[in-house]
């Protein structure tokens, strides 16, 4: 079974930087794609960022150049990294794994909630 556990979440005044971590119950390198992605309320759950078993990251556009994702492969752990962070981006943070099951995201954690603001 695969567990994916989100945490770091809080409220956090806008500009302020929050760090989201992502354990996973099982090893991580040879996860095809793994990514963090955002609920705000009322909306669809979008792309915030992804990272490839390779290192090789995509950002939304609107967090580029603030936005950090990262993983460390020895500790079955990614990270997100936010800085500078706006009102608009409060939200419910899923992290997911991608493992070729089903042509998408195919675990996802329960969420880690970010306030933020204004």
């Known amino acids: 079974q695969v567990q994916l556990v989100e945490s770091g979440g809080g409220l956090v005044q806008a500009r302020g930087s929050l760090r989201l971590s992502c354990e996973a119950s099982?090893?991580?390198?040879?996860?095809?794609?793994m990514g963090w992605y955002r609920q705000a309320p009322g909306k669809q759950r979008e792309l915030v960022a992804l990272i490839t078993s390779l290192g090789r990251t995509n950002y939304a556009d609107s967090g580029k150049g603030r936005i950090t994702i990262s993983r460390d492969n020895a500790k079955n752990m990614v990270y997100l990294q936010m800085n500078s962070l706006k009102p608009e981006g409060t939200g419910v943070y899923y992290c997911?794994?991608?493992?070729?099951?089903?042509?998408?995201?195919?675990?996802w954690g329960k969420g880690t909630l970010v306030t933020v603001s204004s």
């Open positions: 099982g090893r991580i390198i040879n996860i095809i794609r």
């Open positions: 997911a794994e991608d493992r070729g099951d089903s042509g998408g995201m195919d675990y």
